[in-house]
């Protein structure tokens, strides 16, 4: 019988040290993808205050402000984010969603570059049931956004 019970507790321990592995290797390879940190979001007013380091990747959120989208030539297009109290010019290379225009809400993930926001990635955002909470708080704290429910 004392063979039986060395034999639980073996196992028991076994069991405790596989476990202990699998947690720290999810554990290193959540940091693994989270090397390039966390994408804060930030309003233009944010970025114009303080801009953030050009390796540092970030969310940037707003309206595309009128008059400023330009298509240039070849596949880069440029145009402006603003919440109303900042604008902050943005280039990105690539297809934009069919929601993206004029005086629309948009978030893109990018860097912060000599000044201008290069995107790596864009999203249009067409009324605030898809617009996340931080772009509309901060349209709200420049006075620019208006409540379509009223």
């Known amino acids: ?10 196992r028991r321990v076994q069991v405790i040290l596989v476990a202990a592995v699998a947690l720290a290797l999810s554990t290193a390879m959540i940091g693994y993808a989270m090397r390039d940190g966390i994408n804060f979001f930030r309003a233009p007013s944010q970025v114009a205050e303080e801009p953030p380091a050009p390796n540092e990747t970030f969310r940037l959120g707003g309206l595309v402000e009128d008059g ?17 109290g900042a604008s902050i010019p943005v280039a990105y290379t690539g297809v934009l969603p069919d929601l993206f225009e004029e005086g629309q809400g948009m978030v893109g ?3 912060l570059i000599d000044g201008v926001f290069q995107a790596t990635e ?5 009324d605030e049931t898809y617009m996340p909470k931080e772009v509309i708080d901060a349209l709200k704290e420049q006075g620019v956004y208006e409540d379509p429910n009223g």
């Open 1 to 10: 019988m004392a063979g039986l019970k060395n034999l639980k507790k073996r």
């Open 68 to 84: 400023t989208l330009v298509r240039g030539q070849g596949e880069t297009i440029t145009f402006s984010v603003t919440d109303g």
């Open 109 to 111: 993930t990018g860097r």
């Open 122 to 126: 864009i999203l249009a955002k067409h």
